[in-house]
């Protein structure tokens, strides 16, 4: 059963794929030195921890929870750092992302190993 130090490289993970995706955004398609840089390093790191989380916990399953997290938290910083909208459909989709976390984590015997 993957135990709290998984659950925070998984965070770790998670918050990283986070950082580098908003600065993606910020790299202005890779024109930009220091954002690029950043997201590369972000990402390198994000997946790093990822692979080590994949010790305890199944590919499926940390995989399910590190990107939808993950897109959950990028389209609020869309949406209020970037400014860009979401409309009724996106916040039902991320609404379902959520859920979908939620069942996994408290209900699928396949988080364990």
């Known amino acids: 059963m993957p135990g ?3 659950y925070g490289l998984l965070a770790a993970a998670i918050a990283l794929e986070i ?17 690029t840089a950043l997201m590369g390093l972000g ?6 921890l990822l692979s080590q989380v ?4 199944p590919l499926g399953i940390a995989y399910a929870i590190w990107s939808g997290l993950g897109v959950v938290a990028v389209a609020v910083i869309g949406r209020f750092v970037f400014a860009q909208a979401i409309d009724l459909a996106g916040i039902i989709g991320i609404t379902l992302i959520v859920a979908g976390v939620i069942v996994i984590n ?3 015997a396949s988080a364990t190993h």
Do not use: G
């Open 4 to 6: 709290f130090a998984t």
């Open 19 to 35: 950082f580098a995706t908003s600065m993606l955004q910020r790299s202005e398609q890779f024109t930009r030195l220091v954002p």
């Open 106 to 108: 408290l209900f699928s």
């Open 54 to 57: 994949l010790r305890t916990m």
């Open 43 to 48: 990402y390198a790191l994000s997946f790093y």
